[in-house]
């Protein structure tokens, strides 16, 4: 029997609505690789996701790219494009977990795609690394480019981290190809779902925050809790 994966890429009607067209050749001067692996992980994450959400990681790609070229840093087109379209995996139903941060339920789910995909383990390790720690940019903008860059790129399109650097008329060229189409709201209502059905997930986390503005009694304890229940006497 097909795997879910299999059937997102080549069998579903979502996926063959979305064609093999699925993407521009090229946006803001930034072009999409070409390649059949890339193909494939685009129609894969259009079927799978909502607009809005197929939407930001297109833009992680541009943004991140941009701040790339800006800063002369080579990189490989391939594996950042991946490594950006299926970096919020872990935010869609089918691929959470009941326990697991939402960057580790992705990094898991792409993991399994790209195996499928029969792409190098030590090229999907590297996506696998982007993704995991796309939420931290101290960690993930030390590593190599492509890891960098999903970091920067999805940064830049969630809180404008970086965006003075992208000139006005780039930006608004990225925005008509891929438009934001209420992801402020979205993103919000994402991030408290995760707080309701896992919130021992986001321990430490800075979803945390929003899980105790919006969410009464909301049960996931502070750093300084853990610290003041340490079993130790002082």
């Given at each position: 029997?097909?795997?879910?994966?299999?059937?997102?890429?080549?069998?579903?009607p979502a996926?063959?609505?979305?064609?093999a067209d699925?993407?521009?050749?090229?946006v803001?001067?930034v072009?999409f690789?070409t390649?059949?692996?890339?193909r494939?992980?685009a129609q894969?994450?259009?079927?799978?996701?909502?607009?809005t959400?197929?939407n930001h990681?297109m833009?992680t790609?541009l943004?991140?790219?941009?701040?790339c070229?800006r800063?002369?840093?080579?990189?490989?087109?391939e594996l950042a494009?991946v490594?950006?379209?299926l970096?919020?995996l872990?935010?869609?139903e089918a691929?959470?977990?009941?326990?697991?941060r939402?960057e580790v339920?992705?990094?898991d789910?792409?993991q399994?795609f790209?195996r499928?995909?029969?792409?190098?383990?030590d090229?999907?390790?590297?996506v696998?690394?982007?993704?995991?720690l796309h939420?931290?940019?101290?960690?993930?903008?030390r590593?190599?480019?492509?890891?960098a860059m999903?970091?920067?790129?999805?940064?830049a399109?969630?809180s404008g981290?970086?965006?003075q650097?992208?000139?006005?008329?780039?930006l608004?060229?990225i925005?008509?190809a891929?438009?934001?189409e209420?992801?402020?709201q979205d993103?919000?209502?994402?991030?408290?779902?995760l707080?309701?059905?896992?919130p021992?997930?986001?321990?430490?986390?800075?979803f945390a925050?929003?899980?105790?503005?919006?969410?009464?009694?909301?049960p996931?304890?502070?750093v300084e809790d853990l610290?003041?229940?340490?079993p130790f006497e002082e």
């Amino acid at each position: 029997m097909a795997s879910a994966f299999a059937t997102a890429v080549s069998g579903s009607p979502a996926a063959a609505a979305s064609g093999a067209d699925v993407l521009p050749r090229a946006v803001a001067g930034v072009r999409f690789p070409t390649s059949e692996l890339a193909r494939k992980t685009a129609q894969f994450v259009r079927s799978v996701s909502s607009g809005t959400l197929f939407n930001h990681v297109m833009r992680t790609y541009l943004f991140g790219s941009l701040l790339c070229d800006r800063r002369g840093v080579p990189y490989d087109s391939e594996l950042a494009f991946v490594a950006s379209a299926l970096h919020d995996l872990g935010l869609v139903e089918a691929y959470r977990t009941p326990a697991e941060r939402f960057e580790v339920d992705g990094a898991d789910a792409a993991q399994r795609f790209l195996r499928e995909q029969r792409m190098p383990a030590d090229r999907a390790a590297v996506v696998w690394d982007a993704i995991a720690l796309h939420t931290n940019a101290g960690i993930a903008t030390r590593k190599r480019p492509e890891i960098a860059m999903v970091s920067v790129g999805s940064g830049a399109d969630f809180s404008g981290n970086g965006l003075q650097r992208i000139p006005s008329d780039t930006l608004e060229e990225i925005l008509a190809a891929f438009p934001r189409e209420g992801f402020k709201q979205d993103a919000i209502a994402t991030i408290l779902s995760l707080c309701r059905t896992k919130p021992m997930s986001v321990l430490m986390h800075p979803f945390a925050e929003v899980g105790r503005r919006h969410i009464p009694e909301f049960p996931v304890p502070t750093v300084e809790d853990l610290l003041l229940a340490a079993p130790f006497e002082e």
